[in-house]
């Protein structure tokens, strides 16, 4: 199991997230986020995460389900909440 790199707060997840993503994935996708995997997120926002971890501002990851389904999951700067949404959702 990866260890946690930051706390994810209070965790909400958008009704329309909620609606079409599988729990177990948005789970699995929130334990990534956590430990610093950044999903799918290319280079330039990897390396962005990387400072915001280090100096607590935002973060923000993206996902895939098993059907192909893009997904975000933000975690605000004063660590007091992370939100899983679709890009639609923003």
Known sequence: MMNKAFQLGQTVITPNAQEKLHPEEVVSALRRHAAGDWGECGPEDWKENQFSLERNLRLFSVYRDRNG?????????????????????Y
Do not use: K, N, Q
Request: hydrophobic letters at 50%; glycine letters at 0%.
């Open 69 to 89: 389904v893009a997904f975000w999951i933000i975690t605000e700067a004063d660590r007091t909440a992370t939100t899983v949404l679709l890009p639609e959702d």
